[in-house]
């Protein structure tokens, strides 16, 4: 159990530009979550996976955003056209049956 | 949306000290889970709870879930210098159609002074 990993761990693009974050999640885990989190808050609920599927998403989740895990395996997060205000820490987490889920250590988006 | 309100904001000890802090809700939850966050890293889980009234311990953490299912709390005892950081509660509604999005407090700062 190597835990969840995130990449990259920091990003600095500029505005108007696309940027994916990729997630890896603890291997038996099925259910796959995306959050994010602005400073001096906790992390807000974007989407959550079962498998592949999509099963629910936050009006967080702009049509800008999109996630996918095509395999059940790995998910992307893509920003398309990023806005200053999508400067946060994108937290990646994951969960067997149980709903304890465990956090990957973040992708740090800064938009510039 | 749903918010939990976590307190105190802020923590400043001495090493050596207990700690409380505590998280209520408008709403009823199924599960609340108690993390810490260090500078630049995701939260780490620290205890879950799924039952009303329910005690668990983990080391020097002991959580509760609290009876009326509004709320949680958590002690630290004997802080030491390592347990600075961010706690953060979270929770699970009951009664809706979440697949486990949890709902986060806002979060209380530990400093701990050696």
């Known amino acids: 159990d190597t835990g969840v990993s995130q990449n990259p761990r920091h990003k600095i693009t500029k505005r108007g530009q696309n940027v994916t974050f990729r997630c890896d999640p603890i291997?038996?885990?099925?259910?796959l979550y995306w959050y994010r989190q602005t400073l001096g808050q906790g992390p807000e609920f974007l989407t959550y996976?079962?498998?592949?599927?999509?099963?629910?998403k936050s009006r967080l989740l702009s049509d800008r955003f999109s996630a996918e895990r095509p395999k059940g395996s790995f998910s992307t997060l893509e920003i398309q056209r990023t806005e200053q205000g999508d400067s946060a820490m994108y937290l990646c987490?994951?969960?067997?049956?149980?709903?304890?889920?465990?956090f990957g250590p973040g992708t740090r988006l800064t938009v510039t | 949306g749903q918010q939990l309100n976590q307190s105190p904001q802020s923590m400043f000890i001495q090493e050596g000290e207990d700690v409380s802090m505590n998280c209520t809700s408008s709403?009823?939850?199924?599960?609340w889970l108690w993390y810490k966050q260090d500078p630049g890293e995701g939260p780490v889980l620290l205890i879950a709870?799924?039952?009303?009234?329910e005690l668990t311990s983990n080391g020097r953490l002991t959580a509760q879930f609290g009876i009326t299912r509004k709320d949680s709390f958590l002690n630290i005892s004997a802080s030491i210098p390592s347990d600075v950081g961010i706690y953060f509660c979270?929770?699970?509604?009951?009664?809706?159609?979440?697949?486990?999005?949890?709902?986060f407090g806002q979060g209380t700062i530990l400093t701990v002074h050696p």
């Open positions: 987490a994951s969960s067997s049956v149980s709903y304890e889920q465990y």
């Open positions: 291997s038996e885990h099925n259910r």
């Open positions: 996976f079962q498998n592949e599927a999509q099963l629910e």
């Open positions: 709403s009823i939850f199924n599960t």
């Open positions: 709870l799924y039952k009303a009234g």
């Open positions: 979270a929770g699970l509604e009951a009664g809706g159609t979440s697949y486990g999005k949890l709902t």
